[in-house]
């Protein structure tokens, strides 16, 4: 059978490179048209692709899925698009006591909980990403972080990489053979080579509490209520949907406070019920894309198709126990609707004020702006609280591990007028009172100045990194867009 694919594959590889011309993501706000777009098949295609960009004197970016907003799949030169790779192994590891699963760089989240999912025994990651369309190479390659209040980052279960560097050669990564070199790896953005297998630390099955509450901010908004969800649940998100009470009264808006905890009580909803719900998210989501289209249009009726939006289809308040990837992807049909997103990292301080004091500058600054006819956001703000990262080039990088980290989002859908302004208005605060640091998957590069301020913060840990990248690609073979120049340029 992987004779047969391995010659469809390259059948349709070759078709691929006459009609592929240009490559844009998901939201639509990156694009380029490449001298050759590749799709391999294997760790030999891989190879070879490396080694044809050095005698052609081509760079190479790569992209999976194409989630991922800031420009580092831009290129002019040679685009691997990984998605193809796409095989799962499944091995206990007996040194570290405990089940791994390697998986080649283009595989699904969703292909991956599956497979996990019919392990003897079940088997699940502790935390993920909400979407399950993208791939593990890229969710670990951006730094993404998922919601678990006790986790770090996604990269930081990874225990070893296998990545095709500039020579064309397969090298292996893991913090057995060099930790510091395992720490840049873990977030590289595709500058040490391309990945082709990356190892994850998983778990037997769990079940989750999961619940949704929708308490008034002025009800809720409290550090010790905060603080008290974060010590007592394994995740908490939080969201503000903008206008999401009757008469546009800011003060009494409510906020959408999801948690979950582990339990070791049976499911409440079984698999087909949870297949049903997901199905009927997609049809909703589909429908949800139209009315944004109207939204876009008519920026004036923003606030009562929000309200509209957050009654019909998202304040409904539920507890139920499901097992973990069900709960950790509990939004399905995300791709229908294409939005603009920007994300940075806050240390929290000790009491957990400053947290309370940025989404109450958001529904202040929400409402000022509606005053004015002018309406920035439109899906939502969205909270989550992680433990401190030691990878290089971590968003939330410190060096004590217990330190709390607030991850905050801002979403609107594609076209809406004024999110940059906004988003940018927003980034500048968060970067002059905490020394804020962006998601590198999400948008930033439009935020002014932003590039010589991450270098300033990243400090020497740009050198450290740049040493790790220089050994593996001394040529800047995988160098081919403005961001990354700029951010370790010389």
């Known amino acids: ?51 044809k960009a050095k005698e052609k004197n081509k760079k190479i970016r790569c992209a999976a899925a194409g989630h991922t907003w800031s420009s580092l ?37 969703k292909d991956l909980d599956e497979k996990l999912r019919k392990h003897d025994p079940p088997l699940t990651m502790d935390a993920a990403v909400v979407l399950n369309t993208v791939t593990t190479s890229g969710i670990v390659s951006t730094g993404c ?35 510091v070199e395992m720490s840049a790896a873990r977030i590289s953005f595709g500058l040490l080579g391309i990945i082709y297998k990356l190892t994850f630390i998983v778990e037997p099955m769990f079940n989750l509490i999961m619940k ?8 809720y908004w409290k550090p010790e209520n905060l603080k008290n969800d974060v010590l007592n649940n394994d995740s908490v998100e939080i969201f503000y949907w903008p206008f999401n009470t009757a008469g546009l009264n800011e003060k009494d808006d409510k906020l959408w406070v999801k948690t979950c905890k582990r339990t070791n009580l049976n499911v409440t909803k079984n698999q087909i019920e949870e297949q049903f719900g997901s199905a009927f998210q997609n049809l909703e989501l589909e429908f949800g894309d139209r009315v944004y289209q109207h939204i876009v249009k008519f920026p004036e009726s923003t606030p009562y198709i929000t309200h509209f939006l957050f009654k019909a289809g998202i304040e409904h308040e539920t507890e139920k126990i499901i097992q973990a990837p069900d709960a950790i992807h509990y939004q399905n049909g995300i791709d229908h609707i294409p939005c603009m997103d920007l994300e940075f990292a806050i240390k929290i301080n000790h009491d957990f004020s400053n947290v309370i004091d940025e989404i109450n500058y958001i529904v202040k600054r929400i409402y000022e702006l509606a ?25 939330t990088y410190d060096e004590n591990p217990d330190t709390y ?53 990243l400090g020497k840990r740009v050198n450290e990194f740049e040493k790790v990248r220089a050994k593996y690609d001394p040529d800047k073979l995988f160098f081919d867009n403005k961001s990354l120049k700029k951010l370790f340029a010389k």
């Open 1 to 51: 059978m992987s004779f047969i694919k391995n010659f469809y594959n390259k059948i349709f590889n070759n078709i691929e490179h006459f009609c592929e011309k240009e490559w844009h993501n998901w939201g639509e706000n990156q694009k380029c048209t490449p001298d050759e777009i590749f799709r391999p098949a294997n760790l030999d295609d891989l190879k070879k692709i490396v080694k």
């Open 73 to 109: 799949s831009v290129t002019n030169g040679y685009l691997v698009i990984v998605t193809d790779l796409d095989a799962i192994e499944i091995q206990y590891n007996e040194r570290l006591k405990a089940w791994t699963v390697a998986t080649e760089a283009g595989v699904y989240l």
């Open 145 to 179: 972080h998922g919601a678990r209040c006790a986790n770090s980052t996604i990269p930081e279960k990874v225990i070893s990489f296998q990545i095709v560097t500039a020579d064309g050669e397969l090298r292996e990564f893991s913090d057995e053979i060099d930790p």
């Open 212 to 219: 949704d509450t929708f308490p008034k901010i002025s009800d």
């Open 371 to 395: 005053a004015d006819k002018k309406y920035p956001l439109n899906i939502a703000a969205e909270f989550r609280i992680n433990k401190a990262s030691k990878c290089l080039l971590a968003s």
């Open 405 to 457: 980290y607030c991850l905050l989002e801002i979403l609107s859908i594609n076209g809406t007028q004024g999110f940059l302004d906004f988003s940018i208005e927003l980034s500048e605060r968060w970067m002059k009172k905490y020394n804020a640091q962006p998601h590198w998957g999400k948008m930033w590069e439009h935020v002014p100045g932003i590039i010589p301020y991450v270098r300033k913060h």
